[in-house]
Nanobody, 120 residues
Framework: QVQLVESGGGLVQPGGSLGLSCAAS????????MGWYRQAPGKQRELVAT???????NYDDSAKGRFTISRDSRNNTVYLQMNRLRPEDTAVYYC??????????????WGRGTQVTVSS
């Protein structure tokens, strides 16, 4: 099947920057849209940004102008560059991908998450 592994989380001061990456591995026939979601304590998981296989992007309003999503299709990797971080960006960030591990099957996959903490 498909595994997603995130990296790059950590502690950063307000106004700082942090980059996340997520590598997809396993049996992958095709990757479709990939994206980042986040979940803060006591809140539901929410969309941050998505990118299609043709590099069309979509952002939550809170991420527009501060975050940039990109992907390296050759290496099955998606990135999230986060600038001008705010304390309210603190959350566990999850990678998501829609993929076909083999012909005739298509499903949604999640990574285990990486913690991002924005605090002085």
């Amino acid at each position: 099947q498909v595994q997603l592994v995130e990296s790059g989380g950590g502690l950063v001061q307000p106004g700082g920057s942090l980059g996340l990456s997520c590598a997809a591995s396993g049996t992958i026939l095709r990757l479709y849209a990939m994206g980042w979601y986040r979940q803060a304590p006591g809140k539901q998981r929410e969309l941050v940004a998505t990118i299609t296989s043709s590099d069309s992007t979509n952002y939550d309003d809170s991420a527009k102008g501060r975050f940039t999503i990109s992907r390296d299709s050759r290496n099955n990797t998606v990135y999230l560059q986060m600038n001008r971080l705010r304390p309210e960006d603190t959350a566990v960030y999850y990678c998501n991908a829609e993929a076909s591990p083999h012909l005739g099957f298509r499903s949604n996959y999640w990574g285990r998450g990486t913690q991002v903490t924005v605090s002085s």
